[in-house]
């Protein structure tokens, strides 16, 4: 069966669309528009698939995903390759009972639990009928434990809520010190989107691991939040949550990198002895 995707005419003036480049508006349209692009805004789209489809490479593709992730029109999976349009529920939200079930079936699909929560929490926010929406609780990928879990959606949500309160004069001081270190870096900018990224790390590791992550992007002269967000994403899944232990992981790959490299210098100049010596050799 044939799909349809509607656009509305004010599309074309909207104020943001308004200020993208011709290259931004294209891509924006293709991001809505393309034939993976459903009914809830969450689907699947290899960047392989976004390279065929739009004809730009490989590095524009990440280049415009990292500029709409920036602009807090999108977020983008690596891990399931799959897109969310967070604007989608506010502009395509339905309050038909028969739509809001496909909806259920629509998300049941969806593998990033994140992008489910996200959108469930974006259709509290339009929906005023709540009782509508008790069909979205029951979706098996709302909570990390499945539908064994006997603890209700916004639970969890609550009890950190509570948390953060005890700890709300440090946290204040952490948030600031990141933001303040995300300017002085030269990053840019720091809007709303960027913040609530950056508040999301600071729950999962300390702050001045965060800013660790800002200062290593900046050396790599790679000052986007989308890049520091992989850092820190390879950060917490290796356990480094401290900065020590990134440190030492830092010194160990530079070690192992020269270490590679050694058979192909010649170790008795001067330089290279003294090189060795600085790395522990």
Known sequence: MTKYRQVQVSFWQDHFVL?????????????????????????ELPLKMMELETGYNRETVEKLLTRFEEYGKIQY????????????????????????????????????????????????????DKSKLQTLYRIDTVSESGKHSDIPYGYKEKEKEKDKENDKDKDKESVGVVFEKYSEFGFGS??????????????KLPADVVVKAL?????????TMSYVNGILKNWDNEGLNTVDK????????????FKNARSEVDLNTPYEKDLTKKLGF
Do not use: C
């Open 19 to 43: 200020d993208l480049t011709p290259e931004e508006k294209y891509f924006y349209l293709y991001l809505m528009t393309n034939p993976k692009a459903n009914q809830i805004g969450i689907y």
């Open 77 to 128: 999976s690596n891990v399931t390759k799959e897109v969310i349009l967070l604007n989608w529920v506010k502009h395509n939200w339905n309050t038909s009972i028969k739509v809001i079930t496909r909806v259920s079936q629509e998300l049941e699909k969806v593998k990033s639990k994140d992008f489910v929560n996200l959108y469930i929490e974006q259709a509290e926010k339009v929906e005023t």
């Open 190 to 203: 720091l809007n709303g989107y960027i913040a609530e990224q950056i508040n999301q790390w600071l729950e």
């Open 215 to 223: 200062e290593v992007a900046t050396n790599n002269n790679k000052r």
């Open 246 to 257: 990134v440190d030492a992981e830092l010194t160990r790959r530079k070690i192992q990198t």
